[in-house]
C-alpha cells in the first residue's frame, strides 16, 4: 500500500505560479511512474502531466504544455508539479497518483491516489 499527500495548493491571481508537492510512503518509490491529474467542479478528472519509473518520459496534456513542469525527487519520495503563467481555467482539486513500472502516460492505471490539494486561480 502507498500512501500519497499532496500539498501546495493554494489561491492565486492569474498569471502566478504555485508549485504542488507529493510526498510517497514507500521505499520502492523510483519503481513508480508518478503522475498528476485534476478535477474542476462538474467536470471528470483529467490527465494533466506524468513522469515514467524510469526517468525517460514525460507527459503533458496540451492545456498546460510550456506552463507545468513535473520533476521527482526519488530521494526524498516526491514529485513536484511546478504551475507558471495560470489561468482561471487551471482552478481545480489536484490529485497525485502512483502507477508501479509505469510509463507516465494518460492511459494507464494509476493504483493508488492522494486525497487532492485545492488550486484556485483568479482573474
Known amino acids: 500500500q502507498v500512501q500519497l499527500v499532496e500539498s501546495g495548493g493554494g489561491m492565486v491571481q492569474a498569471g502566478g505560479s504555485l508549485r504542488l508537492s507529493c510526498a510517497a510512503s514507500?521505499?520502492?518509490?523510483?519503481?513508480?511512474?508518478m503522475g498528476w491529474f485534476r478535477q474542476a467542479p462538474a467536470k471528470e478528472r483529467e490527465f494533466v502531466a506524468g513522469?515514467?519509473?524510469?526517468?525517460?518520459?514525460?507527459n503533458y496534456a496540451d492545456s498546460v504544455k510550456g506552463r507545468f513542469t513535473i520533476s521527482r525527487d526519488n530521494a526524498k519520495n516526491t514529485v513536484h508539479l511546478q504551475m507558471n503563467s495560470l489561468k482561471p481555467e487551471d482552478t481545480a482539486v489536484y490529485f497525485c497518483?502512483?502507477?508501479?513500472?509505469?510509463?507516465?502516460?494518460?492511459?494507464?492505471?494509476?493504483?493508488?491516489w492522494g486525497q487532492g490539494t485545492q488550486v484556485t486561480v483568479s482573474s
Open positions: 513522469y515514467s519509473w524510469n526517468g525517460g518520459d514525460f
Open positions: 514507500t521505499r520502492i518509490f523510483s519503481r513508480y511512474a
Open positions: 497518483a502512483a502507477d508501479l513500472y509505469g510509463s507516465g502516460r494518460r492511459d494507464r492505471t494509476y493504483e493508488y
